[in-house]
């Protein structure tokens, strides 16, 4: 049974930082593209930083480009997003995702196989 479990979220002021973890389990995760994304209060889920398997790779949505870093450890089956400059507009659920496959940049929601639960983020001003 394919587990990912986020962790790291909580509240802070706007120009703050918080990190996120994301543990995998289940899976060959070395073999996996891995992605965070984020849903605010009335809106849908939204692309935020994806990374390739070997972790060579990166993408970020435009607006966390130059504030948000993705990393990963195979060794450990943990993917991670640093996010620093935290804005309002940061705040929502953050949900890290698995995906054999990826083609489209950015990365699409549907090309991602596994899912966590999410871990809430709130920005205030």
């Known amino acids: 049974q394919v587990q990912l479990v986020e962790s790291g979220g909580g509240s802070v002021q706007a120009g703050g930082s918080l990190g996120l973890s994301c543990v995998a389990s289940?899976?060959?995760?070395?073999?996996?593209?891995m992605g965070w994304f984020r849903q605010a209060p009335g809106k849908e889920r939204e692309f935020v930083a994806a990374?390739?398997?070997?972790?060579?790779?990166?993408y970020y949505s435009a607006a966390v480009k130059g504030r948000f870093t993705i990393s990963r450890d195979n060794a450990k089956n943990t993917v991670y997003l640093q996010m620093n400059a935290l804005k309002q507009e940061d705040t929502g659920i953050y949900f890290c995702?698995?995906?054999?496959?990826?083609?489209?940049?950015?990365?699409?929601?549907?090309?991602?196989?596994?899912w966590g639960q999410g871990t809430q983020v709130t920005v205030s001003s």
């Open positions: 995702a698995a995906g054999g496959v990826i083609r489209s940049v950015p990365p699409k929601y549907s090309e991602y196989d596994y």
């Open positions: 990374i390739g398997w070997s972790g060579d790779s990166s």
């Open positions: 289940g899976l060959t995760f070395s073999t996996y593209a």
